[in-house]
């Protein structure tokens, strides 16, 4: 099991940018699919998007392909989110996941969870 803690959320303007992050501990990081996901008031978790462990391979959700940068330094485990383009859609809690493997995960039972990150985009 991997201990995942994000932060870098808060209040963002429309066209603006974010930079969010999420720091791993307690297994080997670079064993793992990282992944970013949202939830935003009254709707369901949603993935955003997520890297293999070598960060040679990504992918996006279609509402964020072009705005959205996912990346990961294995050598200070972290993943990170960079947000750019901020559109008021974009406010939800992020939440940071991880899952032993070499693709780009599947996040289901086996993947671990932070507590996730507050993004607000005003317009």
């Known amino acids: 099991q991997v201990q995942l803690v994000e932060s870098g959320g808060g209040l963002g303007q429309a066209g603006g940018s974010l930079r969010l992050s999420c720091a791993a501990s307690?297994?080997?990081?670079?064993?793992?699919?990282m992944g970013w996901f949202r939830q935003a008031p009254g709707k369901g978790r949603e993935f955003v998007a997520s890297i293999n462990w070598s960060g040679r391979r990504t992918r996006y959700a279609d509402s964020v392909k072009g705005r959205f940068t996912i990346s990961r330094d294995n050598a200070k485990n972290t993943v990170y989110l960079q947000l750019n383009s901020l559109k008021p859609e974009d406010t939800a809690v992020y939440y940071c996941?991880?899952?032993?493997?070499?693709?780009?995960?599947?996040?289901?039972?086996?993947?671990?969870w932070g507590q996730g990150t507050q993004v607000t985009v005003s317009s």
């Open positions: 307690g297994h080997t990081f670079d064993n793992y699919a």
């Open positions: 996941a991880g899952e032993v493997g070499i693709g780009l995960g599947e996040f289901g039972d086996r993947a671990d």
